[in-house]
């Protein structure tokens, strides 16, 4: 096996390739996250605003 006969700083740049790939991925994985977050904040100011307009012409339909 490849892995065990790297020593020094052949371990060093594997090592360092492997940990900027997992750091590359969690940055990734964090603005999905991100995004998701904004996506359901905005989900929910959206259904507060249909309420808000569904009220605002019943009420209007209403003082007819």
Known sequence: EIGVRLVGSEM??????INTRINS???TL???MGSFRNYIEFRKTEKK??????KKFKDKEDSK
């Not at 060093?12 to 390739?17: A, F, K, S, Y």
């Not at 605003?49 to 569904?54: G, N, P, Q, S, W």
């Open 49 to 54: 605003f249909v309420k808000f307009l569904d």
């Open 30 to 32: 964090d603005m999905l």
């Open 25 to 27: 991925i969690i940055d």
């Open 12 to 17: 060093c740049i594997r090592d360092r390739d």
